[in-house]
């Protein structure tokens, strides 16, 4: 990590406090420059120390989580922000709401009775991923890559990998040979509020069923689906093994598991399974894309958000060998993290990228 990257870490136990900090601090180029037991206390301190990134409670006295993530998105816009959550289902229900209002990811806790350097590398695990990818948007933030060579490597991307390949790219133009009749939705950091964009404006007109992989944790998936239902207007359920894949309903894959689509004597289903993490991810995308690539003999779309690393590209490849295929990704400029999106353009799997606000509506114009 070669930018400065100045963190402050808000937690009413100490121990945490001082398990997050020594995690900041091993790390090149990251520091921890204040610490706060509460939110009332951090909002005092970011002025003079001006961190690049919060980590940030979800449970603490005097002010909470929540209401101090609204205050910093408020008062401090160019501060990002990571929630620190325990794994209670009443935590995952606060911590979905704090991704909606503006925070950049979440980590869990660890159970400390594990023993302190067990919970420590846990925790190390899966916050080392996410302050890499704040310090690669600083980096980008404060001038390390110019704008116009981003685009000059992004073009040559697409030139290189469109070569001999026939592309549909016309917007509004689509074959009946191509007309989807199942949609595949792979996300990671920053997906629950781009899922929540693209559902919304896609809306119940969608006449195909959903799959949707989230890279999540167990028990906030089941929150994820519940606050996708109530904002998008499609039915979001965390699938169940042996649920149908149906029209009008959208079958989210339960955190901590891989969803694979079955065919059960013609009838689309999912089965649920525990296997090995897959891109170091379970649920992982390619799992799901994979097995639809196996097991459905129609039309696909699929839709590749935001997120860290390249689940998902080696799934959309299986589907493209089918030739049945169309792939959508969201561009860099309006991902959280171009990790997922960007394994997919560059192997030259993408047949669009698209902004986040316009992903829904394409969604809707390839399937009409």
């Given at each position: 990590m070669s930018v400065s990257l100045k963190v402050m870490v808000v937690d009413d136990s100490l121990t945490y406090r001082s398990i997050l900090q020594g995690i900041v601090d091993a790390l090149p180029g990251a520091e921890v420059v204040a610490a706060a037991a509460n939110g009332k206390v951090a909002l005092t301190k970011i002025p003079a120390q001006r961190p690049d990134l919060v980590l940030l409670d979800v449970e603490m006295p005097v002010l909470d989580g929540l209401d101090t993530l609204k205050r910093i998105r408020s008062g401090f816009p160019g501060v990002e922000v990571v929630m620190v959550s325990g794994t209670s289902r009443e935590n995952a229900n606060v911590v979905i709401q704090c991704l909606g209002a503006g925070a950049m990811e979440f980590v869990t806790k660890p159970i400390?009775?594990?023993?302190?350097?067990?919970?420590?590398?846990?925790?190390?695990?899966?916050?080392?991923?996410?302050?890499?990818?704040?310090?690669?948007?600083?980096?980008?933030?404060?001038?390390?890559?110019?704008?116009?060579?981003?685009?000059?490597?992004?073009?040559?991307?697409?030139?290189?990998?469109?070569?001999?390949?026939?592309?549909?790219?016309?917007?509004?133009?689509?074959?009946?040979?191509?007309?989807?009749?199942?949609?595949?939705?792979?996300?990671?950091?920053?997906?629950?509020?781009?899922?929540?964009?693209?559902?919304?404006?896609?809306?119940?007109?969608?006449?195909?069923?959903?799959?949707?992989?989230?890279?999540?944790?167990?028990?906030?998936?089941?929150?994820?689906?519940?606050?996708?239902?109530?904002?998008?207007?499609?039915?979001?359920?965390?699938?169940?093994?042996?649920?149908?894949?149906?029209?009008?309903?959208?079958?989210?894959?339960?955190?901590?598991?891989?969803?694979?689509?079955?065919?059960?004597?013609?009838?689309?289903?999912?089965?649920l399974n525990d296997e090995a993490k897959v891109n170091g991810c379970r649920p992982a995308v390619d799992v799901l894309f994979s097995s639809v690539a196996d097991n459905f003999s129609g039309r696909t779309l699929a839709v590749v958000l935001t997120g860290m690393g390249q689940d998902g590209a080696n799934g959309v490849a299986v589907l493209k060998q089918k030739g049945s295929n169309f792939c959508l990704v969201q561009d860099e400029d309006s991902c959280v993290v171009y990790g997922m999106p960007r394994s997919v353009s560059e192997r030259g799997l993408a047949d669009e990228t698209l902004s986040l606000d316009s992903i829904g509506a394409r969604i809707l114009e390839l399937c009409a």
């Open positions: 400390l009775s594990k023993g302190a350097e067990a919970s420590r590398a846990e925790l190390r695990q899966a916050l080392v991923p996410v302050l890499t990818a704040v310090a690669t948007r600083l980096r980008l933030r404060r001038g390390g890559t110019s704008a116009a060579t981003a685009r000059t490597a992004k073009a040559e991307v697409v030139a290189a990998s469109s070569a001999g390949r026939e592309t549909i790219r016309r917007k509004g133009v689509v074959s009946a040979i191509h007309k989807p009749e199942l949609l595949l939705i792979g996300a990671s950091t920053g997906g629950p509020v781009a899922l929540g964009a693209v559902l919304k404006k896609v809306g119940p007109r969608l006449a195909i069923p959903i799959l949707i992989v989230q890279h999540m944790p167990p028990l906030f998936t089941a929150s994820l689906a519940t606050q996708l239902t109530r904002s998008t207007g499609i039915q979001v359920r965390e699938a169940e093994a042996g649920d149908e894949v149906a029209s009008g309903r959208a079958l989210l894959a339960p955190g901590g598991r891989h969803m694979v689509f079955e065919n059960a004597g013609g009838r689309g289903c999912v089965s």
